[in-house]
């Protein structure tokens, strides 16, 4: 119980530490121009939100930095360093290389030559993104000794040997887009991405992995104070600097505690936020294939913007999100325990 309320105090010192310099890093921001290029299929519905400053992952990332350093300095370089100790510089790692990824796309779509809120090229960020997700898995693998699958109900493991590899490359790859995809609306990234944390950090306190725990929650008081400056109406956005290294860090998370295969439960908004892009894009094809003409599953993808033009407003369609998110997530908390 002591592990956890000094993991619950965490989260809270990380979101003090957060809001407190919130205010003037958006002010930095301004003054360098940093500001939200809207795509043009989105200026219908989104131009108000053209010229917001944006990179607004770096307010998460670097509290997280030095608060999860901070608390762990002792553990990592004292007389009694341990593999789990250790263990967690693993999504330090991929928050900082992924939000580096993130950092060069919101860049280049802000300063760079490419299209009007366009960033790198998809084929470039995709290799990166593989890059990463293939050097995260091998650390899993030889590193920590990571290789294997709990199945709710069942009280032991099963150790996946080398299908563990690319099972793990796919998780942070595809988690990484799906909250990369989820960042379009006020709020709604953020508050989802909290919720999932939240629930990892409960099931890594079960399994007894105090650091990830402490991460967890550092991550989840972060996420909340990004939240401060980020409802309706955004006084900053999260841009690809946090939503590409949140997804990548949760996917790690996930597959650190062996609790991967409730993964896309408990982070079921952005799930199906990827795979109705997946759908949009299968429909659109068949439909000009075999009909003739072009017919869409949904009004415009990610599944928001679906909603968005159904006629709802940006806070029905967070709140009713994060209501969906977080019962997905006390249910794969409850799976956990089984």
Known sequence: ?????????????????????????????????????????????????????????????????????????????G??????????????????????????????????????????????????QLVGAVGVTLVLYFGLDVHSLAIPGIPFKFDLGLMYMPIAITAIVGMSNAVNLTDGLDGLSGIISASAFAA????????????????????????????????????????????????????TVALMTGQWLILPLIAIIPVAEVMSVVLQVLSAQFSRRFLGEDRRLFRRAPLHHHFELGGWSETQIVQRFWLIGILAAIIGVALALL
């Open 200 to 251: 990892y950090g409960i099931i890594a306190q079960l399994q007894g992995q105090t650091y990830l725990v402490m991460f967890c929650f550092t991550m989840v008081g972060a996420c909340f104070a990004f939240l401060w400056f980020n409802a309706l109406p955004a006084q900053l956005f999260m841009g690809d600097t946090g939503s590409l290294a949140l997804g990548a860090v949760l996917a």
């Open 79 to 128: 007389p009694n360093i341990t593999l789990t100790g250790r263990s967690i510089l693993l999504p330090l790692a991929v928050l900082v290389y992924f939000g580096g990824l993130g950092a060069l796309d919101d860049w280049e779509g802000i300063r760079g030559t490419r299209a009007v809120g366009e960033g790198i090229s998809a084929r470039v960020k995709f290799a990166l």
């Open 1 to 77: 119980m002591r592990d956890t309320a000094f993991a619950l105090a965490i989260g809270g010192l990380t979101f003090l530490v957060t809001v407190i310099w919130g205010d003037p890093f958006i002010e930095i921001l301004r003054r360098l121009g940093i500001g939200k290029q809207v795509r043009i299929e989105l200026a219908d519905v989104h131009s108000s939100k053209i010229g917001t400053p944006t990179m607004g992952g770096l307010l998460i990332l670097f509290p997280v930095l030095i608060v999860t350093l901070g608390m762990n300095l002792v553990n990592l370089v």
